[in-house]
């Protein structure tokens, strides 16, 4: 038997070597505990390509800690011993090995931290679980900012986060350029044969390719191709991605973070999220090195000042949002939507190209860029009245950044408003239009934006409408919806019944739209 004085278990989204749990790790006497268990696969059905980049980031990982010296006890899928959980892997893992305790860094998931937190009674040693410090705010830190407010507003979290961390600040913590948030700067329209650069390609090396023959075998049935798989799977392919998108994408990326072209699934964003959520990748050096752009002139603020508010900003409140507000968060209905997900969702064919863009991009890649998850498929499930869990699930489920932490309060609360207005101040509704402004979805799509009634009409027309009518109650106070409101009032009657009469038949039509 082997003896060890500590168990040190590393999990799947946690493979940063700063690590909270490795970093009184024993090269003699500690056991480095690694494993792809059947019940973290598939307690929603994750895209095949999500389950490959992390298993193949794990497999590298496992062999970094082993090159620095390290003990580590490496449990793949196939393994005939594997008990398929966390937990059973644990035991296991101490029935082989004489140790007096266990560290883990706390994870991203309620389910999984619930789990955890009654290790210790049944495994009978002592359980430490770490803050985890790779994050900017804690989980503390985000209540006591929270407390006594009335309301939440990410964009006050985000300055005083600015401020503590001394971003794009100048001397007495006024913001460079004299604003805190350039958003207004970052919305133009895509023009006329946009198209992102070509990407960083990464070859697959024996781990990676063993991985997709796995993924392929056991997990025939889940979202997605194995083809034209693209994902950095270690920390040196991922600066490779993070480097190029600092020298050549970043200077464009403010001014079409909201643009959508079809066939352009990337444009000009980072692909970086996938990578900082499982550890490859660490948010404040990301945020260093796009900061350090602009101050070399590099890149322009509105681009530098937009993509540190989605690391600093978005990515540190969702998370507070999720810790301090579950585990009833994950119930939350506020609009009481309950149609069930059509099947487009899975399957990408609909005659709504936008739609089948967003999800085609998303069965293809495991991605999507975040103005089709909140404006195209996000806002169609709120209009359509979907069942937020069913949304929530499917989200979770499709892209390879999504753990429960990040992807529950901006399906829930961003692109449902289904947690009423904790984090967001209004629904982000819209009709065609918008997606017509803001792509190029709408040229030779079967149904037209201008239209809102009608065979031809777009579906996100009427549904519109209907959204705010049938809302009226509970959204009509909102101020920041004032304006729509008073223009459906001043519609005629006769109109508006029209409208939600065809807003009523797409929705009976959902299977075939």
């Given at each position: 038997m082997v003896k060890a004085a500590r168990l040190h278990l590393v999990l799947g989204d946690q493979l940063s070597h700063s690590l909270a749990t490795l970093r009184d790790a024993d090269r003699d006497s500690s056991i480095i505990l690694m494993a792809e268990v059947w019940s973290e696969a598939t307690y929603v059905r994750h895209h095949k390509k999500k389950i490959a980049f992390l298993f193949s980031a794990m497999r590298h990982f496992a062999e970094e800690l082993r090159a620095k010296g390290f003990n580590v006890r490496y449990?793949?899928?196939?393994?005939?011993?594997?008990s398929q959980s966390?937990?059973?892997?644990?035991?296991?893992?101490?029935?082989?090995?004489?140790?007096?305790?266990?560290?883990?860094?706390?994870?991203?998931?309620?389910?999984?931290?619930?789990?955890?937190?009654?290790?210790?009674?049944?495994?009978?040693?002592p359980v430490e679980i770490r803050e985890d410090d790779r994050f900017l705010c804690s989980v503390q830190q985000f209540r006591d900012w929270r407390k006594g407010r009335k309301q939440l507003r990410m964009e006050y979290f985000y300055r005083d986060m600015r401020r503590q961390h001394r971003v794009l600040l100048e001397a007495g913590d006024e913001p460079v350029g004299g604003?805190?948030?350039?958003?207004?700067?970052?919305r133009k329209p895509p023009s006329a044969g946009l198209k992102g650069p070509k990407r960083v390609s990464h070859p697959k090396d024996a781990i990676t390719r063993s991985v997709l023959a796995l993924v392929e075998e056991r997990f025939a049935d889940h979202m997605g191709s194995l083809d034209?798989?693209?994902?950095?799977?270690?920390?040196?392919?991922?600066?490779?991605?993070?480097?190029?998108?600092?020298?050549?994408?970043?200077?464009?990326?403010?001014?079409?973070?909201?643009?959508?072209?079809?066939?352009?699934?990337?444009?000009?964003?980072?692909?970086?999220?996938?990578?900082?959520?499982?550890?490859?990748?660490?948010?404040?050096?990301?945020?260093?090195?796009?900061?350090?752009?602009?101050?070399?002139?590099?890149?322009?603020?509105?681009?530098?000042?937009?993509?540190?508010?989605?690391?600093?900003?978005?990515?540190?409140?969702?998370r507070g949002i999720y810790w301090t507000e579950m585990p009833d968060y994950a119930e939350r209905n506020h609009l009481d939507a309950s149609r069930r997900l059509p099947p487009m969702y899975w399957t990408g064919k609909t005659k709504m190209t936008c739609m089948a863009a967003a999800v085609g991009d998303t069965i293809e890649?495991?991605?999507?860029?975040?103005?089709?998850?909140?404006?195209?498929?996000?806002?169609?499930?709120?209009?359509?009245?979907?069942?937020?869990?069913?949304?929530?699930?499917?989200?979770?489920?499709?892209?390879?950044?999504?753990?429960?932490?990040?992807?529950?309060?901006n399906t829930l609360g961003m692109a449902l408003y289904g947690d009423g207005g904790?984090?967001?101040?209004?629904?982000?509704?819209?009709?065609?239009?918008?997606?017509?402004?803001?792509?190029?979805?709408?040229?030779?799509?079967?149904?037209?934006?201008?239209l809102t009634t009608g065979p031809k009409a777009c579906p996100f027309n009427a549904l519109y409408w209907d959204f705010l009518s049938r809302n009226e109650e509970k959204l009509s106070r909102n101020p920041r919806l004032a304006n729509m409101y008073a223009t459906w009032r001043r519609m005629d009657p006769f109109k508006q019944q029209t409208i939600r009469k065809h807003a009523s038949q797409v929705l009976e039509a959902l299977d075939t739209l």
């Open positions: 449990v793949a899928l196939d393994d005939p011993d594997n966390l937990k059973g892997e644990v035991v296991r893992a101490l029935g082989a090995v004489r140790a007096s305790s266990v560290v883990v860094t706390e994870c991203g998931e309620w389910r999984l931290a619930e789990e955890m937190a009654s290790w210790a009674d049944m495994l009978g040693i604003k805190w948030n350039y958003d207004a700067e970052n034209s798989f693209h994902f950095a799977v270690n920390a040196v392919e991922a600066e490779k991605e993070l480097q190029q998108f600092v020298d050549e994408i970043l200077p464009r990326f403010g001014d079409y973070q909201d643009a959508m072209v079809k066939g352009e699934p990337y444009l000009y964003h980072s692909l970086i999220s996938a990578y900082i959520n499982a550890g490859l990748l660490l948010p404040m050096d990301v945020i260093r090195r796009a900061e350090v752009a602009w101050y070399e002139g590099r890149a322009p603020l509105n681009a530098v000042e937009g993509f540190i508010r989605q690391v600093l900003g978005w990515r540190e409140y969702v890649h495991a991605y999507s860029h975040h103005i089709q998850r909140l404006m195209v498929t996000g806002n169609f499930a709120m209009l359509a009245g979907i069942d937020p869990s069913e949304v929530c699930e499917w989200y979770l489920a499709v892209y390879a950044d999504a753990y429960d932490w990040v992807e529950l309060p904790v984090m967001a101040s209004k629904p982000y509704a819209a009709s065609g239009k918008y997606i017509d402004r803001m792509s190029n979805f709408c040229a030779g799509c079967h149904y037209d934006p201008k």
